[in-house]
C-alpha cells in the first residue's frame, strides 16, 4: 500500500525553524519528483517547493531563501528545512509527487507559527 506519513511540525515562534520529513512507502518515491504543498485553513492547497528525482530544486517566491527541500531516494524519505518561520507560513503541510499526486494524501502535519 502506497502511503505518506509526515511529522515534525509544531508550534514555534516568528523566526524559528522547523525540519519536516515525510516517509514515503513504495517503489514510486525515486521514479518521481516530489513536493511539499501547504493548505491553511479556509485555503487551497498550494505548492510550496520540489525536489526533482536527480535533486535539482523550485520553491514558490513566498519561501524562497527561508524554506530548503531535499530528498533521500534510499530511504524514501522527504525532507524540508524551514527557517525565519512567519505567521503566514501557518498551515498544514503534505507531500506528494509532482507534477500530479500519486499518493493518497496523508494526514500531514500542522506547523503554527505564532508568538
Known amino acids: 500500500q502506497v502511503q505518506t506519513v509526515e511529522s515534525g511540525g509544531g508550534l514555534v515562534q516568528p523566526g524559528g525553524s522547523l525540519r519536516l520529513s515525510c516517509a514515503a512507502s513504495g517503489s514510486i518515491f525515486s521514479i518521481y519528483a516530489m513536493g511539499w504543498y501547504r493548505q491553511a485553513p479556509g485555503k487551497q492547497r498550494d505548492l510550496v517547493a520540489r525536489?526533482?528525482?536527480?535533486?535539482?530544486?523550485n520553491y514558490a517566491d513566498s519561501v524562497k531563501g527561508r524554506f530548503t527541500i531535499s530528498r533521500d531516494n534510499a530511504n524514501n524519505t522527504l525532507y524540508l528545512q524551514m527557517n525565519s518561520l512567519k505567521p503566514e507560513d501557518t498551515a498544514v503541510y503534505y507531500c506528494n509527487t509532482y507534477p500530479g499526486v500519486r499518493y493518497p494524501w496523508g494526514q500531514g502535519t500542522q506547523v503554527t507559527v505564532s508568538s
Open positions: 525536489v526533482a528525482s536527480g535533486g535539482s530544486t
